[in-house]
């Protein structure tokens, strides 16, 4: 049913579809992970100076990552797509029965 629903729009309104479907979701699952990094970005106890560099890099990637995924790789996979269509073409007629048992 959703690959119908899909295949009435034409490939640029399909990936602005998904990126508003799924804009909402995404944001939120990052932001509740990177929120729950927070103390551990800021801890002062006794092992914090692991925990720290490891919670920066951990928040820095759920980020970055949330980016590409809702609007870099949809913009990349638009352009490259369309540079590498093949062009339009007639396609030969068939041969017929003639031509095939001569």
Excluded: W
Excluded at 38 to 60: C, D, R
Excluded at 81 to 102: I, Q
């Amino acid at each position: 049913m959703l690959v119908e629903a899909l295949c009435k729009y034409d490939r640029a309104d399909r990936l602005v579809d998904r990126r508003c479907y799924y804009t909402g979701p995404d944001v939120l699952i990052t932001a509740g992970a990177a929120l729950g990094l927070i103390p551990m970005l800021f801890a002062t106890g006794p092992g914090s100076e692991i925990q720290k560099p490891l919670a920066a890099v951990v928040i820095g990637g759920l980020l970055s990552s949330t980016l590409l995924t809702l609007f870099i790789l949809p913009t990349l996979y638009n352009v490259f797509e369309r540079s590498t269509r093949p062009a339009p073409h007639s396609l030969p007629d068939p041969a017929s029965t003639k031509e095939v048992y001569v």
